[in-house]
């Protein structure tokens, strides 16, 4: 029966490895416990929400490397001129110009008869034949002169030179040529004949 078991002959290595693992943890925590535990920080114990700092120490800035000094620039005056020399003055010659005169107009307002005068008339209206001549029926002719001014054309005054022989006929004969109308500056007197018959005036 005992030849039937096997015991191994290394059985006391085995023990001894198991006592030295055991050793080895009991000299661990004999060791951890010899050290210190870290000291835990002993916060104050006025308001927790205001919190001191101690200030930090200032470390000086350090000092620039002493390089050499620029030169100074040179002082610009700027109120300082340079003198320049004027040129002297050229002289031209004087030219010679012709005064412009107004030219003279050869054809002056003057006094014309009436054939001349109706080419410059801008307007001519024939005088009315009064009612009341008509009606007891009055004729005759006269002669008839009228003042132009030259600067409008326009009649100024109206003179009988050689009367019909009737106020009638002359009323009307000085307030029709009144109305009549020249070019400006062509005449300035025209003499104008004119007749009035029973089918009207004319001239």
Excluded at 39 to 55: A, H, N
Excluded at 156 to 167: D, F, I, N, P
Excluded at 174 to 184: E, L, S, T, V
């Amino acid at each position: 029966m005992n030849a039937l078991i096997y015991q191994p002959e290394n059985k006391w290595r085995f023990v001894t490895a198991l006592t030295a693992a055991a050793v080895i943890h009991v000299a661990a925590v004999a060791f951890a416990r010899t050290q210190t535990a870290p000291p835990i920080p002993s916060w104050p114990t006025g308001d927790p929400s205001v919190i001191e700092l101690e200030p930090a120490e200032l470390m000086p800035d350090p000092q620039p490397e002493q390089t050499e000094p620029l030169p100074t620039p040179p002082v610009i005056d700027h109120l300082f001129v340079e003198p320049t020399t004027t040129p002297p003055p050229v002289r031209r010659p004087p030219t010679k110009f012709t005064p412009i005169t107004a030219q003279r107009n050869s054809h002056a307002p003057s006094s014309l008869n009436m054939s001349a005068a109706k080419v410059l008339a801008l307007n001519a209206p024939r005088p009315e034949y009064p009612y009341e001549a008509r009606r007891q029926k009055i004729t005759g002719n006269g002669v008839v002169v009228m003042n132009i001014d030259p600067a409008s054309g326009s009649v100024t005054g109206v003179t009988m030179a050689k009367s019909t022989g009737s106020a009638f006929l002359d009323n009307a004969a000085i307030a029709g040529f009144r109305r009549w109308r020249f070019k400006p500056g062509s005449v300035s007197t025209v003499t104008c004949p004119v007749t009035f018959t029973l089918s009207g005036a004319s001239y």
